[in-house]
Nanobody, 123 residues
C-alpha cells in the first residue's frame, strides 16, 4: 500500500506563502506522476499541479505564476510552494500519485490519495 503523508498547511493572510510537503513510501517515486489536488467546501476536487518525469509540470490556470510544484527524489518528497495566496485558495489540499506510469494530468483519477492538509487564507 502506497502511503502519502502531507504536511505544511495552516492559516495565512492574503498575500502570504505556505509550502506543502508530501512524503511518500513509494520507491522510486520519481518514476510516477505526482500532484496536488484541492477541495473547498461545496466544490468539486480540483487538480492544482502535477509533475511528471516525461511531461514536466502542469498547473491549473488560477495558480500559474503563484504556485510551484517540485520534488526531491532523494527524499521521496513532493512539495508545493504557494505564494501570493488568495482567499479562494482556501481548501483541503491532497497529495496524489498513480498506480501506473502513465500520468492522468489534472484529472481526478489518481489511484492513491493522502489524507489532506488544510490551507486557510483570510482577507
Amino acid at each position: 500500500q502506497v502511503q502519502l503523508v502531507e504536511s505544511g498547511g495552516g492559516s495565512v493572510q492574503t498575500g502570504g506563502s505556505l509550502r506543502l510537503s508530501c512524503a511518500t513510501s513509494r520507491f522510486p517515486a520519481s518514476v510516477y506522476c505526482m500532484g496536488w489536488f484541492r477541495q473547498a467546501p461545496g466544490k468539486e476536487r480540483e487538480g492544482v499541479a502535477v509533475i511528471s518525469r516525461l511531461r514536466g509540470t502542469s498547473y491549473t490556470d488560477s495558480v500559474k505564476g503563484r504556485f510551484t510544484i517540485s520534488r526531491d527524489n532523494a527524499k521521496n518528497t513532493l512539495y508545493l510552494q504557494m505564494n501570493s495566496l488568495k482567499p479562494e485558495d482556501t481548501a483541503m489540499y491532497y497529495c496524489v500519485t498513480h498506480a501506473e506510469i502513465a500520468c492522468p494530468g489534472l484529472s481526478a483519477t489518481y489511484t492513491y490519495w493522502g489524507q489532506g492538509t488544510q490551507v486557510t487564507v483570510s482577507s
